[in-house]
């Protein structure tokens, strides 16, 4: 296992759904990023986390609830979506949070909120 | 204010040919980084280069080339002979002043090589 993988890499889900994205990263490092890339819009920054701390809350709405359980793992817990989250979600790692390291990304989710 | 500019929003070209993606970029700050990254079809970002502004050399990997021109605030990426391979989205990004983890994205370049 190489890189920053991430499961599902497709998710069709009801507003009123509870789902989990995972990411894991066989880097490493201790920082972990998870983005969100609509379409036509700058990609945008939504949490980080360094050995384990969240450092980063980019203003995120409640229903979106990261988890760092280990410097390894990465989740995003998802409960009462809008249409308007539906986007392709990146997870990112570096070997710390600093923006003079280089990220190096997974394939993303690609989630679509009914 | 800081800002990432790649006005080409899509380019299209033929196989071979050669192709110029722009970065501009605005920045007060007078050391910085700037990179650039590469989105295929399937998803993922991959890293391409981290230029220092400290470092105006001009940058050579393989078909990939990089002019860095610090008068013009520019970061222009070339690919030479270009393949099919290389149809993806590409993007410019700066780092965020006072910010340990924010960088600032370029809206991206849709680079489509036909063959």
Known sequence: ?114 | AQKVTQAQTEISVVEKEDVTLDCVYETRDTTYYLFWYKQPPSGELVFLIRRNSFDEQNEISGRYSWNFQKSTSSFNFTITASQVVDSAVYFCALPKRDSNYQLIWGAGTKLIIKP
């Open chain 1, 1 to 114: 296992e190489t890189g920053v993988t991430q499961t599902p890499r497709h998710l069709v889900m009801g507003m009123t759904n509870k789902k989990s994205l995972k990411c894991e990263q066989h880097l490493g490092h201790n920082a972990m990023y998870w983005y969100k890339q609509s379409a036509k819009k700058p990609l945008e920054l939504m949490f980080v986390y360094n050995f384990k701390e969240q450092t980063e809350n980019n203003s995120v709405p409640s229903r979106f609830s990261p988890e760092c359980p280990n410097s390894s793992h990465l989740f995003l817990h998802l409960h009462t979506l809008q249409p308007e989250d539906s986007a392709l979600y990146l997870c990112a790692s570096s070997k710390t949070s600093s923006t003079l390291e280089t990220q190096y990304f997974g394939p993303g989710t690609r989630l679509l909120v009914l």
